[in-house]
C-alpha cells in the first residue's frame, strides 16, 4: 500500500485511493492528478492506494 487515506481537499478536488490493480490501469499513482471529463467537472488526486482483500483497508507510507 502507498500513500493515506483520502480527506476533504475542496469543491474542485475530489481526492481518492484506488486499489493497485486499478491505478495500475490509469497508470497513476499517488500525488497524481487528473480530470474526471477533461475541460470540466472535478479533478481527482489519488491520495493512496490500497490492495484489495488486504487486512487493512487504510493506505500507509508516501503522502
Known amino acids: 500500500m ?3 487515506c ?3 481537499a ?3 478536488v ?8 486499478f491505478a495500475a490501469e490509469l497508470a497513476v499513482r499517488p500525488g497524481d492528478e487528473l480530470r ?3 475541460g ?3 479533478q ?3 491520495a493512496g492506494l490500497y490492495q484489495a482483500g488486504a487486512a487493512t483497508a487504510r ?3 508516501r503522502a
Open 2 to 4: 502507498a500513500g493515506r
Open 6 to 8: 483520502p480527506r476533504a
Open 10 to 12: 475542496g469543491a474542485r
Open 14 to 21: 475530489v481526492e481518492t485511493a484506488p486499489s493497485e490493480v
Open 36 to 38: 474526471v471529463r477533461p
Open 40 to 42: 470540466s467537472g472535478p
Open 44 to 46: 481527482a488526486r489519488m
Open 59 to 61: 493506505p500507509s507510507g
